[in-house]
Each structure stands twice: as C-alpha cells, then as structure tokens.
C-alpha cells in the first residue's frame, strides 16, 4: 500500500515532536544531581574575552623605509587586525666623488616612490608558552606610485669650484655630471590581497614584540614587507 506525501508529513512532524519533547525531558533530568538543582550556568562553556593589542612599528615595505600601525583582536585562536603602513618618499638620491678635489656626480631617479596602505587581515593564532604565530589573509587598499622598466637618462656636464673664506672662487673642479634617470611610473590605486605571518614573542605582562612577513598582490604590483613592532595589550599565551 502506498503512502501518500501528505501522510509521510504528518509521521515525521509526529516524531520531531517526541523527539524534541524527550530531549527536553532528558535535559530537565540531568539539571539536578540527588535531588539538588544545578546553577543555571553549570552546563555552560565560560565565555572567552576578546584582548585588544596596538602596536607600532618599522620597517622595509616594497624595498621602502616605512612606518606601520595596527590594532589586532584576538578571540579564542582568531584574530583580526588593522593595519595602516606609511613608507617615506625616495628618488634614490645620491652623490658620488673620487676624492676632496675630483669632480661629484650625482644621480637622482624619478618618479619618486611612496606608499600608502591600509590592510585589513583575519588569522589563526597558535600558541606557546612565550610565542605566538598568527597566519592570515586579507583585502588591501593602497595608494603609491612605484618605479617600473628604465627608460631613459639625461646627463648634464656641471663644474664645482673651491671657494675661499672671503667667497672668492679659487679652484674649478670640471667633469662632474648630473643624471636624471627616467623610469616607467607604477600608479597603485586598487584593491588587493595580502598573505602575512606574525611572531608575537612575550616581553611583559602587556608588552609584546612584533616581527611581520607579508606579500601584497595588486594587479599593478606586487610587493613584500617586514615589519618590527613593539605592541602593547595583554596577549594570551599558552600556559
């Protein structure tokens, strides 16, 4: 004899009901041990805290001096962090000279590099007695402009001269030259995606060291990044 959907309906909406009924049942059963109740919360996993870290630090980001911020919290083994990096302008300046009276040549790059970027990442935290590492990933903002293939140099011939301590010109030093070197300019206005690993290693009570790995994939760039913090906050280690 078949059975028709209707019915089978009701026999499964009949047994949910027993079996959501036993399991109260059963629960009210164990709420009380020799006939005296139980706390309200004696079943009940305590609450885990969630720790709040700042930390500030330095370091190399895309082959740049740079600053970083970030604010990281931690629940249980996860952790989410914000993270805001600064790198300082750079033409990759410089001077060179054969001795005191040979003539400088002098080297200036463009466009400048620089590099601003906000990061925000969610990880997993493993944990040791005076150690954490923190593996995440997470999207970037960032806003720089970064030298790409060489283009070209403009040399210009320059002459120096010694000078004495009345302001007369005493000695010319001719065959120096000023470069200017021309690169492909990398814009990165975009959104992209950051893989990082962090060491957390215990110095006080609520003082923590910081070293940072990441990579940064931009569909103009990519580039790497190595940050030393201190950070301060209480951070659970394992016991």
């Known amino acids: 004899m078949e059975m028709s959907a209707t019915h089978l309906f009701k026999k499964v909406a009949i047994l949910a009901t027993f079996a959501v009924l036993a399991s109260s049942a059963c629960a009210q059963g164990q709420s009380s041990t020799n006939g005296t109740p139980l706390p309200p919360d004696s079943g009940k996993a305590k609450a885990q805290p969630v720790f ?44 060179s000279s054969g001795g005191l009276l040979s003539p400088t040549n002098s080297f200036t790059s463009y466009p400048t590099q620089q590099l601003d970027e906000i990061t925000l990442l969610y990880g997993s935290t493993l944990r040791a ?40 010109r005493v000695a010319y030093l001719d ?9 492909q300019e990398i814009t990165i206005p975009s959104v992209g995606y950051t893989a990082q690993m962090k060491l957390r290693f215990a110095l006080g009570k609520i003082t923590n060291l910081g070293v940072t790995g990441f990579v940064t994939y931009h569909p103009e760039k990519t580039y790497f990044g190595a940050l030393v913090s201190v950070e301060f906050g209480s951070v659970p280690y394992a016991p």
């Open 129 to 168: 007695a005076t150690i954490n590492i923190t593996l995440s990933g997470g999207l970037s903002w960032a806003s720089g402009t970064f030298r790409g293939d060489h283009l070209k140099d403009e040399v210009t011939q320059t002459t120096s001269y010694w000078t004495d301590i009345y302001g007369n």
């Open 175 to 183: 065959g120096g030259t000023d470069t200017k070197k021309y690169y």
């Open 52 to 95: 709040v870290v700042a930390g500030l630090g330095m370091g190399s980001v895309a082959s740049e001096f740079g600053f970083g911020f970030s604010i990281s919290f931690l629940h249980n083994s996860d952790e989410f962090e914000l993270r805001a990096i600064h790198t300082m302008p750079d033409n990759a300046s410089y001077s």
